[in-house]
């Protein structure tokens, strides 16, 4: 987490040492690799919260974090920074949905008209039906030109969960079935692209 010989300063001294202290002791005798990691098969059985309480009082470790929050877990070690975090979501979501239902976002040119012409010129992607949906839902588009296009899916994070097509697709209406049984509940984002425009939704699997 911090530089060598950096005292994290622990409120709580971890009681779970004998790990890590082996690992050490291999490396200082012999540099052998060995496991350190405390206790693997936690993340294995995603078991949460941690059970040791890390929470420290470094000055460094304390703003390190991303977005200038502690290392660590801010729900169970630093609740008042948990708050705040929360509230950081709830702008961010709010300038998520605006992006999703405006297609333009402030806080960057990625979405935005290219030189000579609109970015979402003859280019329609409807909104989904049901929506929300579970676990199913339809995605209607038109395009006013046979050529490429990619419909694809991501989460809240960024993340690209799924394409659901990627090809040449005719001038016309057309529909695409998304079926959501695998993923988590929550709200995606639908991206239509072809090679010059681009459109966004916002869709929301309802579990």
């Known amino acids: 987490m911090l530089f060598d010989s950096v005292n994290p300063g622990f409120i709580l001294a971890p009681s779970d040492t004998n790990v890590v202290k082996i690992f050490l002791f291999n490396k200082w005798d012999n540099s052998r690799d060995t496991s350190w990691a405390w206790k693997p098969q ?9 059970e040791e309480n890390l929470a420290h009082i470094n000055r460094a470790a304390m703003t390190a974090g991303m977005g200038g929050f502690p290392l660590g877990d801010l729900y169970h070690w630093w609740p008042e920074a948990y708050q705040r975090w929360k509230a950081q ?11 999703l239902e405006t297609g333009s976002d402030s806080g960057t040119d990625a979405l935005r008209d290219p030189p000579g012409g609109s970015t ?38 960024g993340r690209e969960v799924v394409t659901l097509f990627e090809g040449v697709s005719h001038a016309g209406k057309h ?33």
């Not at 979501?89 to 992006?99: D, F, K, L, V």
């Not at 280019?123 to 046979?146: D, M, V």
């Not at 529909?175 to 709200?187: C, K, L, T, Y």
């Open 42 to 50: 936690n993340s294995c059985d995603q078991r949460w919260p941690l």
């Open 89 to 99: 979501e709830g702008i961010e979501n709010a300038r998520i949905s605006t992006w």
């Open 120 to 157: 979402f010129s003859g280019l329609r992607l409807h909104q989904n039906y049901p929506n929300p949906f579970n676990p199913a839902t339809c995605i209607p588009y038109s395009n006013p030109e046979t050529g490429y296009v990619c419909l694809r899916v991501f989460n809240l994070m």
């Open 175 to 207: 529909e695409v079935f998304f079926d959501g049984s695998r993923f988590a509940g929550g709200i995606y984002m639908l991206l239509l692209k072809t090679d010059n425009a681009v459109q966004v939704k916002k869709i929301v699997l309802f579990k």
